[in-house]
Structure formats: C-alpha cells, structure tokens
C-alpha cells in the first residue's frame, strides 16, 4: 500500500483492477490513483508516444479527428455536464489533467462561458486538443 500523494495517508480502497493496472482510491481524501505508481520514465514513455496507438490504434493528427466523430466522443461526455452545474459559472477556471482530446474542455467552456486548461502528455492528444 502507497501513501497517497495528496494527503500521505496509507488508506486506499481497490476501485478497479485488470491484468495490467490497479487503481485505488485514497478513503482520506478521495484521490484516485494507480498502484503501484510507475516511475517517471515509464509514464512519460508510455503516455506521450505509446497511449493512443496503443490503446486505440490512432497514429495521426487524421486518424484522431476521424475516431472522435465515429465513437461520438462529444456526446458522451455531453452528459457529465450538469453535474457541474452547481459549481461553474463564468467566472469559473477548470483545469483538466489528462485533458486527451480536449472534447469535455470545450463542451464545459461552451456550457459554462468559463476558462478551461488541460494537461495532456500525449503529443497527439494535444495536438488534436489545441486544433
């Protein structure tokens, strides 16, 4: 058991768990997070040249644009955006870390009128994000 990050306590529960990845969540503060944790070479490696095609065989700027209309990546994360409701406004600042294509970022912008950032060590992702 790792302590968390956030608030250095050793309390996690499992939330999901498969042959490559265990992801706890800290019963402290709620932070969510892999365990164990790669180190800083593998996440860097894995996530800026290796996610996309990896996980979804995308290796280019057009095969990103055209995923993202064939899986209705739009839609789907259309339907988080009320649970914000309560909490932004104009006057708002998101940050996303692990921001990928940037889809809930503009749909939350569009929604709220609020300024929005990401984080996305994906070159790719971006790439498609910043477009």
């Not at 402290?28 to 180190?39: E, I, K, Q, T």
């Not at 995308?58 to 990546?73: E, F």
Request: net charge neutral; charged share 30%; proline share 2%.
């Amino acid at each position: 058991m790792q302590e968390c990050n956030l608030c250095g306590q050793s309390d996690e529960r499992q939330v999901y768990r498969d042959e490559n990845l265990r992801v706890v969540m800290c019963r402290a503060c709620s932070l969510v997070y892999l365990s164990p944790r790669p180190g800083e070479a593998e996440y860097e490696n894995h996530y800026r040249r290796q996610y996309q095609a990896s996980r979804h065989q995308i290796y280019d700027y057009d095969q990103a644009i055209s995923r993202l209309g064939t899986k209705r990546s739009e839609e789907k994360k259309r339907k988080y955006l009320g649970e914000f409701a309560s909490i932004l406004d104009v006057r708002s600042r998101v940050l996303e870390v692990g921001a990928g294509w940037g889809t809930l970022l503009s749909l939350i912008r569009d929604r709220y009128g609020c300024e929005v950032s990401g984080i996305e060590p994906s070159e790719l992702a971006y790439e498609v994000a910043e477009k």
